[in-house]
């Protein structure tokens, strides 16, 4: 994933999100896979994997989250809320809800308040990318615009 990182999804999280990741922001990742499980037979939820996550901002500046698959899911959408005006976070704007299907990546503030909602039925599999500063570091002020990065210092590094 390190090459991945470096020529793709760090240089587009650095083109979106400018005021918020420059420099050495998004020198280091964190890589894994989210495994939702629900099985149509258990109707006590014993022999379920995770089926949901509560809302929650990563730890990140920015979070790929791409639906690997399968295609027999329903429910478990993700959604997103928008922070409330000079509240903590990184002013992050949508309120919405993506249904995620296989195929789908979805590029965000780290950030961004978001959720996993429940499964209904099947098994849905996503890859999560974290992107951080050195040492886990996450930076949450904005950067004034003098202090971003130019298109050709974000693309020059691939």
């Known amino acids: ?19 918020h ?36 901002r990563d730890s990140s500046v920015a979070t790929l989250n791409a639906c690997l698959g399968y295609e027999n899911f329903t ?35 780290g950030q961004h308040r978001h959720a996993a909602l429940p499964l209904k039925s099947g098994r849905r599999v996503n890859l999560i990318v974290w992107l951080m500063g050195k040492g886990g570091y996450v930076r949450v002020q904005p950067y004034l615009h003098k202090e971003q990065l130019t298109e050709y210092d974000r693309w020059s590094r691939v």
């Open 1 to 19: 994933m390190d090459g991945v990182v470096r020529d793709y999804i760090r240089p587009l999280a650095e083109m979106l999100y400018p005021e």
């Open 21 to 56: 990741i420059s420099g050495e922001d998004a020198e280091e990742h964190y890589t894994f896979i989210v495994d939702y499980q629900k099985d149509p037979d258990d109707v006590s939820d014993e022999h379920d994997f995770d089926i949901d996550l509560k809302e929650h």
């Open 75 to 109: 429910g478990g959408d993700v959604l997103f809320r928008a922070d409330d005006a000079g509240g903590f976070g990184q002013n992050s704007k949508g309120t919405g809800s993506i249904a995620m299907r296989p195929g789908l990546a979805v590029l965000h503030k």
